[in-house]
């Protein structure tokens, strides 16, 4: 099927936009062309012809000839305004600006009815990984139980190399340098961005549109060498994953670090890749594993969304329009390993239940189940972190727990 032919302007030309002036170079796509960059500094050297560059939205939002702004900034205020007013302006969207979309989701969903013009973003959820029409397409009549994985290539990309004896300062640096990085890096090693794509993953497989911050999440931060030589005790890794799955009418959803055991799928995904897992009761458990950050990588996604709209394609949000009565649930319970390194006494009245504890002069530790709400206020009161323990030590768990309520 060939498409139309599409003019673009284009936001930003830093590591993800400059990545798309290049694969759109090399690619054998030919159903657009770039007009016009805007870019934020006009002094700073760039690998295209300098009268490709402006510094001035309005002339790309206000250029009729150009179709489709290409949002590729890493200011998400500024990159509201300039949605916004493109989509307002007639012109289609395609954007990897997942801390926008996440922030903003039911507004702009709004507006692309009240517009008719289009949003898409399949670089705003791991990158490569073409999870996001998937969800909308091929997983359409699926009864999906779970969308779980890693989500965020930086915080993977530390840990990765925390275990190969780097540091997490020299971790973060080179993950900068290498452009996975958020310009600012909290969003990464908090748990932010993962949580921002799961967000999104959210409303694209089960209906539901949250606001971030009713999302829990924990990032990255305290986890502890302590806590790693723990792992590698018990043959598991420390992954950060975002998770959110059904249970009959409830979705539930959470960010936080996790051990992961050897046979789960996210167990090798190394570095800067992502991992998703997608189960459903008739596809059943699926994979997808793909770079999650970097330049060629994400615009790879954006390229991909450039070419959806050529033959007309948008979101319908099926199962926003399908699944009313789900009931989005945040306070619930998981089973973790909430650890410190003094001699404080055990948070144990926080927890549901215990199954393990541990204390040294260095080190002390506590396993069990504990409500999120008050996981979160553990790790505000004190140095606490906190690591989800893996699906099979909590099936494990829950069968003990089910075999004593049988008895
Ligand atoms: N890097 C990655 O691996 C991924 C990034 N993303 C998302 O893609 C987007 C871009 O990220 P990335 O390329 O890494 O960011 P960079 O920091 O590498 O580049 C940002 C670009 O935005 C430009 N810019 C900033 N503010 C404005 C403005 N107000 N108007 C016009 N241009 C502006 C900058 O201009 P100048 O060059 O003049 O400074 C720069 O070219 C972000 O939303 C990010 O979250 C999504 C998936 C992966
Ligand atoms: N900072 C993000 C970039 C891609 O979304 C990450 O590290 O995953």
Not at 38 to 57: G, H, M, Q, V, Y
Not at 269 to 298: D, I, L, M, Y
Request: glycine letters at 6%; one cysteine or more.
């Amino acid at each position: 099927m060939s498409g139309k032919s599409l003019t673009l302007g284009v936001f930003g030309f830093g590591c993800v936009g400059s990545g798309l002036y290049e694969t759109l170079r090399q690619s054998n796509f030919k159903g657009a062309n770039i007009k016009r960059f805007c870019i934020a500094n006009p002094d700073k050297e760039r690998s295209a012809p300098n009268a490709l560059f402006t510094t001035e939205a309005d002339e790309l939002l206000n250029d009729p000839e150009i179709d489709v702004i290409v949002e590729l900034i890493d200011n998400s205020e500024a990159a509201y305004q300039i949605v916004t007013k493109a989509l307002r302006n007639g012109k289609a969207v395609v954007t990897a600006n997942k801390k926008l979309l996440a922030e903003h989701l039911q507004e702009l969903i709004a507006l692309q009815d009240e517009t008719g013009q289009p949003i898409l973003y399949e670089g705003a959820a791991a990158a490569s990984i073409p999870i996001i029409r998937n969800l909308e397409e091929y997983y359409d009549n699926d009864l999906l139980r779970e969308v779980s994985g890693i989500l965020n290539g930086s915080t993977n990309f530390i840990l990765s190399a925390i275990e190969d004896g780097g540091t997490f300062d020299a971790a973060l640096e080179l993950a900068q340098k290498l452009g996975f990085a958020e310009s600012d890096p909290t969003l990464d090693v908090d748990g932010w961005d993962a949580k921002f794509k799961l967000t999104i993953l959210l409303a694209h497989a089960f209906g539901i549109v949250v606001e971030p911050s009713d999302i829990p999440h924990v990032g990255i931060t305290r986890i502890s060498p302590q806590v790693q030589r723990i792992a590698n005790e018990r043959r598991e890794r420390v992954k950060l994953v975002g998770k959110c799955w059904r249970e009959d009418k409830k979705v539930f959803a959470h960010v936080i670090p996790t051990f992961v055991t050897q046979e789960d799928e996210l167990n090798q995904v190394e570095n800067e890749v992502n991992g998703v897992v997608v189960e459903g009761a008739f596809s059943q458990r699926q994979f997808f594993r793909g770079k999650g950050a970097g330049s060629f990588p994400t615009a790879a996604a954006v390229l991909s969304d450039i070419s959806a709209l050529t033959y007309d394609y948008r979101y319908e949000y099926k199962k926003l329009n399908r699944e009313k009565d789900f009931e989005f649930v945040n306070d619930h319970s998981i089973w973790v390993h909430v650890s410190g390194n003094n001699r404080d006494v055990l948070p144990l009245y926080a927890f549901e239940e215990v199954v393990n504890t541990f204390r040294s002069p260095e080190h002390s530790y506590v396993e069990g189940r504990i409500g999120l709400r008050n996981l979160i206020n553990l790790s505000k009161e004190g140095n606490w972190s906190a690591v989800a323990l893996s699906s099979a030590a909590v099936s494990q768990f829950e069968k003990q727990n089910n075999l004593e309520l049988a008895n």
